[in-house]
């Protein structure tokens, strides 16, 4: 079993996805409250529309900040879908970052943690 790092407790818990360049605020919560999860020393989950998915993270440093950097395969309405990701905490708390599905679209996002 994984060691759980000092990176990796600093994004522990659930955070709510309150934006997206690409999606619209509506869209997001389509199926369940958008949020990004992380568990243990690499766990974790996305949900956002109709997309879900499951984590698997590294943690590190970025330009002097935490990072988790990720990738992820679930399903996108009832299509198999995967992609990858990064965020880093940034100001006033929040998680800032970018996800990317595989030969689909991709954003920005900002999340607040729950």
Same mark, same amino acid.
């Given at each position: %079993?994984?060691?759980?790092?000092?990176?990796?407790?600093?994004?522990? $818990?659930? /955070? &709510?996805?309150?934006? %997206?360049?690409? /999606?619209? =605020? !509506?869209?997001?919560?389509?199926? @369940? @409250?958008?949020?990004? %999860?992380? !568990?243990?020393? +690499?766990? $974790? @989950?996305?949900?956002?529309? +109709?997309?879900?998915? #499951?984590?698997?993270? *590294?943690?590190?440093? &970025?330009?002097?900040?935490?990072? +988790?950097?990720?990738?992820?395969? $679930?399903?996108?309405?009832?299509?198999? +879908?995967?992609? *990858? $990701? /990064?965020?880093?905490?940034?100001?006033?708390?929040?998680?800032?970052?970018? #996800?990317?599905?595989? =030969?689909?679209?991709?954003?920005?996002?900002?999340? @607040?943690?729950?």
């Amino acid at each position: %079993m994984a060691k759980v790092t000092a990176f990796a407790k600093a994004f522990a $818990g659930r /955070w &709510r996805i309150a934006g %997206m360049g690409t /999606w619209d =605020n !509506e869209f997001l919560d389509l199926v @369940e @409250e958008a949020h990004l %999860m992380f !568990e243990g020393a +690499a766990d $974790g @989950e996305i949900a956002f529309g +109709a997309v879900k998915g #499951f984590l698997d993270v *590294r943690y590190g440093a &970025r330009d002097g900040s935490a990072c +988790a950097e990720f990738s992820c395969e $679930g399903h996108d309405d009832t299509d198999p +879908a995967c992609g *990858r $990701g /990064w965020a880093v905490i940034g100001a006033a708390g929040r998680l800032v970052g970018h #996800f990317y599905i595989h =030969n689909g679209d991709d954003s920005g996002f900002v999340c @607040e943690r729950n």
